[in-house]
């Protein structure tokens, strides 16, 4: 079981919520409490420690808020006084905190970095929701799927070896490189393979983020039909 596995019926619930909204901030925090406490007691059974519990915790936290405050509900107005990210991690601006502690994982991490991407796979945006160029928030959902699957980083790194297969050229072999025969070895070198080499690894990355993307929006929209069938 990995530590987003125990979290699923958090995120479950809270999506439950948004939607189909009933009741007030106050009957709802107490749901959630006691359903945080359940997964903190599950992510601990697993054996995970307290601080990539705590950490993971954290990054669903500030997911659920921003969701909880965006949702046109009756308690909407109220939630600013119940906050998760404020009563667990005594932070108000989880959005900006939660790009901040992603950067801060070390790479043996990848349990707590793949919840954090699970939250932005499910739409969290938090500092960057609201800009009109979407383009950080991709790059840092690209950057942390790429950690999650290193076998794309390796093929990443075989695509940039076929880009610069013979570094710069000496001050030597200048002349010899004015000669004719330049475009034509340049043609011979981007043969029809090496260019599958050079945009495989791109395809392969974004279909990869689509497919995480969309195992990930199953899972949830599953369990949320168990809850309510």
């Not at 901040?100 to 500092?127: M, S």
């Amino acid at each position: 079981m990995t530590l987003a596995d125990t979290l699923i019926p958090l995120f479950a619930q809270v999506r439950a919520f948004a939607a189909s909204p009933m009741g007030d901030a106050a009957s709802l925090t107490a749901q959630l409490d006691g359903a945080i406490a359940t997964a903190r007691m599950r992510a601990h059974d697993a054996g995970f420690s307290q601080t990539d519990i705590d950490e993971a915790l954290f990054a669903f936290n500030a997911w659920a808020d921003e969701l909880l405050l965006t949702t046109r509900w009756d308690g909407a107005g109220q939630w600013q006084r119940h906050l998760l990210q404020r009563r667990y991690s005594n932070v108000s601006n989880a959005g900006v905190v939660f790009y901040e502690r992603l950067a801060q994982l070390t790479p043996a991490q990848l349990a707590v970095r793949e919840v954090f991407y699970l939250c932005l796979a499910l739409g969290f945006g938090g500092r960057y929701a609201y800009d009109r160029n979407q383009k950080t928030l991709t790059d840092i959902r690209r950057t942390n799927l790429a950690m999650l699957l290193p076998d794309a980083d390796q093929l990443g790194a075989s695509a940039r070896a076929f880009l610069f297969p013979d570094g710069y050229h000496v001050a030597g072999d200048a002349a010899a490189a004015r000669g004719p025969g330049v475009r034509a070895r340049f043609a011979t070198r981007l043969t029809r393979g090496k260019l599958t080499a050079i945009l495989l690894p791109l395809f392969l990355l974004a279909a990869l983020y689509g497919v995480y993307h969309t195992v990930v929006a199953q899972s949830v929209d599953t369990l949320l039909t168990q809850i309510h069938p």
